[in-house]
């Protein structure tokens, strides 16, 4: 069954953007091989990522990401069956987000960045929202 999932995390002080760097290469190589597409947000200080793919191999991925000492506290905000994906062609895009940046702000609405910093605290959004903010950034 198709599904998606997201999450929140808390970046490692320690977690370079080449440590960044490093994770997209083997998540574009290792997502390949079991047909997982997605996108990881990162700022500073968070992680927020979107899987997308056959569910067991979603929850194998999850289990493992969540052991990495380049993160922790990781928050699942939704695991929820899909008709199709929202990222078809990324194995795994990544996207700086700097919350303070006025490019940032311009891209989307106060709600919608208002939504956007609650979902970053790991408050509830339903699933389909969190993939729609989320899409904002890769319009
Ligand atoms: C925030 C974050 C997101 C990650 N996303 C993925 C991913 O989508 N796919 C993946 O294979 N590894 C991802 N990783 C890396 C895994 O935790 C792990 O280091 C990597 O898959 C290598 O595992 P292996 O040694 O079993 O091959 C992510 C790590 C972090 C910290």
Not at 76 to 93: C, D, H, I, T, Y
Request: aromatic share 8%; proline share 2%; charged share 30%.
């Amino acid at each position: 069954m198709l599904a998606q999932l997201f999450y929140v995390s808390k970046r490692s002080p320690k977690c370079s953007d080449e440590d960044i760097e490093k994770i997209l290469q083997i998540s574009v190589e290792n997502n390949a091989k079991k047909n997982i597409t997605g996108v990881l947000l990162y700022s500073k200080e968070k992680f927020l990522q979107c899987i997308e793919g056959e569910l067991s191999h979603l929850l194998a991925l999850y289990d493992k990401i969540k052991l990495d000492k380049r993160h922790s506290e990781a928050i699942m905000l939704g695991l929820v069956p899909v008709k199709e994906r929202n990222f078809p062609s990324w194995q795994m895009a990544g996207k700086s987000v700097d919350l303070n940046k006025v490019d940032f702000k311009s891209q989307m609405s106060a709600a919608e960045s208002e939504e956007f910093e609650n979902i970053l605290s790991g408050k509830a959004s339903s699933a389909e929202r969190v993939g729609k903010i989320i899409q904002l950034f890769f319009r």
